[in-house]
């Protein structure tokens, strides 16, 4: 009895069929060819001719040619964007690699094909933001990571600002988006409320800027807004936001507390309740809802932020952090690691840079709500983040979890 005949190796033509071999190699061999061999019409012929010998073709026949023609900087447009819809492992050679492709070959083949290619996509050198924006918008996280990962793809703004969002969802993603220099302090400002520790403290050293520039530039701005006795409303939340000054000076007139760390103080003898919350927050010149969202967050390093802003002391900060029934020490005696983290962020913080962050959140979660905004944030109107500004973009993404969602 004789042995059977050995199978082919996963690369040789099947038997009977190298004919088709020799065509796809010489065709392939052709639509290669430079152009003082070949023109555009000679080629785009061959290669429609060869797409139908393609169809039939073997998986590993189509990944040789894929292979051939990865490296051309011409390809046929129709060729490309059959392959690039291949099985993944075809479709990459050219997803990855080939230059031929334009961006609307790639946006088109993105909103074709499925996960697998585009994670393939998220890591091709040079990506536009026509095609992040477009792999951005699957909320696959997969994608996202990869597009973020890539050093040499662009974000644009409402790309950056729609992982921002997504990053509410999915916190894996502010370390990544941390990193990426389209990132700004917009951005940065609302994503500290979803980040952990250590990206926070990431946001902090990096984003908590200076106003001393805006400060020089309209310093006296502030005579004229006074000699107008603070009639417009646009000039004077701007320059509220500028002035050096953070505590409410007509609030403390009008307090039953002497001052805001008597009101600090009196918090951390009876326990926080409501109306010495409201009073904190007019006394620190900020908004109810800002000292509201302040006070609840689990991490604490907003406490901080709020201490050094205002001008409070360490001392302030731990009857502050009293007031909360939050713990200092562990049962060993140790100091808690939360307590710790929060007295760091205090010691790490210029006083200037700490009310940035503390009146951005204040200006994008309070000053910029408006009926139309609160319905937004209640129905999770992610969708029409365009047609609002900066700061009612920022309150949505960090109230709507606060309203239901």
Same mark, same amino acid.
């Not at 990571?145 to 916190?171: C, D, H, M, Y």
């Not at 990193?179 to 990096?206: C, H, N």
């Not at 039953?256 to 409201?278: D, I, K, W």
């Given at each position: 009895?004789?042995?059977?005949?050995?199978?082919?190796?996963?690369?040789?033509?099947?038997?009977?069929?190298?004919?088709?071999?020799?065509?796809?190699?010489?065709?392939?061999?052709?639509?290669?060819?430079?152009?003082?061999?070949?023109?555009?019409?000679?080629?785009?012929? %061959?290669?429609?001719l060869l797409i139908e010998i393609l169809r039939l073709a073997a998986p590993q026949e189509r990944h040789r040619v894929a292979q051939r023609l990865a490296p051309l900087g011409d390809l046929p447009n129709s060729l490309a964007r059959m392959l690039m819809r291949d099985e993944p492992a075809i479709a990459g050679l050219l997803i990855e690699g080939c230059a031929a492709l334009s961006d609307a070959?790639?946006?088109?083949?993105?909103?074709?094909?499925?996960?697998?290619?585009?994670?393939?996509?998220?890591?091709?050198?040079?990506?536009?933001?026509?095609?992040?924006?477009?792999?951005?918008?699957?909320?696959?996280?997969?994608?996202?990571?990869?597009?973020?990962?890539?050093?040499?793809?662009?974000?644009?703004?409402?790309?950056?600002?729609?992982?921002?969002?997504?990053?509410?969802?999915?916190?894996? =993603?502010?370390?990544?988006?941390?990193?990426?220099?389209?990132?700004?302090?917009?951005?940065?400002?609302?994503?500290?409320?979803?980040?952990?520790?250590?990206?926070?403290?990431?946001?902090?050293?990096?984003?908590?800027?200076?106003?001393?520039?805006?400060?020089?530039? %309209?310093?006296?701005?502030?005579?004229?807004?006074?000699?107008?006795?603070?009639?417009?409303?646009?000039?004077?939340?701007?320059?509220?936001?500028?002035?050096?000054?953070?505590?409410?000076?007509?609030?403390?007139?009008?307090?039953?507390?002497?001052?805001?760390?008597?009101? %600090?103080?009196?918090?951390?003898?009876?326990?926080?309740?409501?109306? %010495?919350?409201?009073?904190?927050?007019? =006394?620190?010149?900020?908004?109810?809802?800002?000292?509201?969202?302040? =006070?609840?967050?689990?991490?604490?390093?907003?406490?901080?932020?709020?201490?050094?802003?205002?001008?409070?002391?360490?001392?302030?900060?731990?009857?502050?952090?009293?007031?909360?029934?939050?713990?200092?020490?562990?049962?060993?005696?140790?100091?808690?690691?939360?307590?710790?983290?929060?007295?760091?962020?205090?010691?790490?913080?210029?006083?200037?840079?700490?009310?940035?962050?503390?009146?951005?959140?204040?200006?994008?979660?309070?000053?910029?709500?408006?009926?139309?905004?609160?319905?937004?944030?209640?129905?999770?109107?992610?969708?029409?983040?365009?047609?609002?500004?900066?700061?009612?973009?920022?309150?949505?993404?960090?109230?709507?979890?606060?309203?239901?969602?």
């Amino acid at each position: 009895m004789t042995d059977p005949a050995p199978a082919p190796a996963p690369d040789a033509p099947s038997p009977g069929f190298r004919a088709r071999h020799a065509l796809l190699k010489r065709l392939a061999d052709v639509v290669s060819l430079p152009g003082s061999r070949v023109n555009t019409f000679e080629r785009s012929v %061959v290669g429609d001719l060869l797409i139908e010998i393609l169809r039939l073709a073997a998986p590993q026949e189509r990944h040789r040619v894929a292979q051939r023609l990865a490296p051309l900087g011409d390809l046929p447009n129709s060729l490309a964007r059959m392959l690039m819809r291949d099985e993944p492992a075809i479709a990459g050679l050219l997803i990855e690699g080939c230059a031929a492709l334009s961006d609307a070959d790639l946006v088109a083949c993105a909103r074709d094909t499925g996960i697998e290619h585009r994670v393939l996509m998220a890591s091709r050198r040079g990506l536009s933001e026509v095609v992040t924006e477009t792999l951005i918008a699957f909320d696959e996280l997969p994608v996202i990571e990869g597009v973020l990962k890539n050093t040499t793809a662009r974000l644009s703004q409402s790309g950056v600002e729609a992982i921002v969002s997504l990053s509410r969802a999915a916190p894996e =993603l502010c370390g990544h988006m941390l990193r990426r220099s389209e990132l700004r302090p917009s951005g940065a400002y609302v994503m500290f409320w979803w980040s952990g520790a250590e990206d926070r403290k990431t946001i902090l050293q990096r984003f908590a800027v200076s106003r001393e520039v805006m400060q020089e530039v %309209v310093e006296d701005v502030f005579a004229m807004a006074a000699e107008e006795r603070w009639q417009d409303p646009v000039s004077r939340k701007a320059l509220q936001f500028i002035e050096r000054r953070q505590r409410n000076r007509v609030a403390i007139e009008k307090s039953p507390y002497a001052s805001l760390e008597h009101a %600090v103080a009196e918090a951390a003898r009876t326990g926080l309740n409501p109306e %010495v919350a409201a009073e904190i927050a007019h =006394l620190a010149g900020i908004k109810p809802l800002t000292a509201a969202k302040i =006070l609840c967050d689990v991490g604490g390093e907003p406490l901080a932020i709020l201490c050094k802003a205002t001008g409070l002391s360490r001392v302030d900060l731990q009857y502050l952090w009293r007031s909360i029934r939050r713990p200092e020490t562990r049962a060993d005696g140790s100091v808690h690691p939360d307590w710790e983290r929060v007295q760091t962020t205090y010691e790490m913080l210029a006083v200037d840079r700490a009310q940035t962050v503390l009146r951005y959140w204040n200006w994008s979660l309070s000053s910029a709500l408006s009926p139309a905004l609160l319905k937004a944030i209640r129905d999770g109107d992610d969708q029409g983040l365009d047609d609002y500004s900066a700061a009612e973009r920022a309150a949505i993404m960090a109230l709507s979890e606060n309203f239901g969602r």
